[in-house]
């Protein structure tokens, strides 16, 4: 089955403690994305990547950090979180960049006190 | 001005007529636009993408598209209580690898 695999899909963390979410997926997708989801802000893009060691920041990157070392796996890193961190994230992948309808995963809801 | 603008919920509508929705972009050079419907609780799932101006039709959905008003809207007929979600427009910006999502539009489908 064609799917974007994130995990943990929830986390209830501390200030200050790394943290990795990570996002796989098995279409062969050459584009993967994060976003943020907070209440009436919508889905706000924190960093992309169109191929393996190509990532660029999207509109919310600040305290946030990604690798893409493998075309399938596409890991969020939180170095030192903290709480207006506290959101719903999607990792998302499409065949080929923005343009092309994306593929979500399931969420990950994180929690920092 | 957000990049992408979608007309301020909620929508409600009886079962049976038609829910329009309204999305404004700024990126001029916006090539994609794509409607996502969000279920509580769940993941983005794609309704309908649309690249050229004019209407785009699938099933109960139609989608239209206006460039030079900088204008996307998603048409549902025959609304049913289970359309009610949230919809969210995005555009597909100049910026390589840009994607900008409106805030959303909670619809709800009352019998």
């Known amino acids: ?113 | 001005q957000k990049e992408v603008e979608q007309n301020s919920g909620p929508l409600s509508v009886p079962e049976g007529a038609i829910a329009s929705l309204n999305c404004t972009y700024s990126d001029r050079g916006s090539q994609s636009f794509f409607w996502y419907r969000q279920y509580s609780g769940k993941s983005p799932e794609l309704i309908m993408s649309i690249y050229s101006n004019g209407d785009k039709e699938d099933g109960r959905f139609t989608a239209q598209l206006n460039k030079a008003s900088q204008y996307v809207s998603l048409l549902i007929r025959d609304s049913q209580p289970s359309d009610s979600a949230t919809y969210l427009c995005a555009a597909g910006g100049t910026s390589y690898g840009k994607l900008t999502f409106g805030q959303g539009t909670i619809l709800t489908v009352h019998p």
């Not at chain 1, 060691?53 to 070392?69: A, L």
């Open chain 1, 1 to 113: 089955e064609a799917q974007v695999t994130q995990n943990p899909r929830y986390l209830i963390t501390v200030t200050g403690k790394k943290l990795t979410v990570t996002c796989s997926q098995n279409m062969n997708h050459e584009y993967m994305s994060w976003y943020r989801q907070d209440p009436g802000l919508g889905l706000r893009q924190i960093y992309y990547s169109m191929n393996v060691e190509v990532t660029d920041k999207g509109d919310v990157p600040e305290g946030y950090k990604v690798s893409r070392k493998e075309k399938r796996n596409f890991p969020l890193i939180l170095e030192s979180p903290s709480p207006n961190q506290t959101s719903l994230y999607f990792c998302a992948s499409s065949f080929r960049d923005h343009n092309q309808p994306q593929h979500f995963g399931d969420g990950t809801r994180l929690s920092i006190l």
